[in-house]
């Protein structure tokens, strides 16, 4: 199980990362359930040196779900460290700083991966009791469809 890690110290570095937020035409929210602690979150991952965010969202989405994807609009900027310092369940501590964008589906199909139990859409009013704490907040924003980003 991923959870938030109180201890800053223990953080092995800050990472930047992205996330995305896929509705459907019936604006139910595509989730990714991880691999990696069995939570369900939003699909998005490390940003990887040399490549920019827009291309990292691109590249998490279709590795995670098989989806290809544009980017619509930037949700926010994420890194306050109460919300974005996480313990994996190997014991790594890491601080994220999060560039979450809402994206719109160009092709593809849904398919999971190494990285994915299970993939499903649902009504952003009954996520899953496991979803991840910290990516609440992104959709709360990504639901309030304000132009200007948020940075929290």
């Known amino acids: 199980m991923i959870t938030l890690e109180p201890n800053y110290e223990r953080a092995l570095g800050i990472r930047p990362s992205v ?3 896929i509705f459907d035409r019936r604006g139910r929210l595509l989730l990714q359930q991880r691999s990696d602690g069995g939570q ?3 699909p998005g991952g490390s940003v990887e040196i040399g490549e ?3 291309d990292a969202v691109r590249r998490e989405v279709q590795e995670e779900t098989g989806l290809h994807v544009s980017v619509r609009r930037l949700v926010g900027v994420y890194s ?3 919300r974005q310092v996480v313990r994996y369940p190997d014991g790594n501590v890491w601080h994220y700083v999060n560039v979450c964008f ?3 589906v160009r092709g593809g199909a849904l398919a999971t991966s190494d990285e994915t139990l299970a993939l499903d859409y649902f009504p952003v009013r ?3 009791g496991s979803f991840l704490s910290n ?3 992104r959709v709360r924003d990504a639901c309030a469809r304000r132009v200007a980003p948020f940075v929290r």
């Open 19 to 21: 996330s995305a937020v």
């Open 40 to 42: 369900w979150g939003l």
């Open 52 to 54: 920019s965010v827009r």
């Open 80 to 82: 306050e460290p109460a």
């Open 102 to 104: 809402e994206c719109a």
């Open 126 to 128: 009954r996520l899953p």
């Open 135 to 137: 990516h609440r907040i």
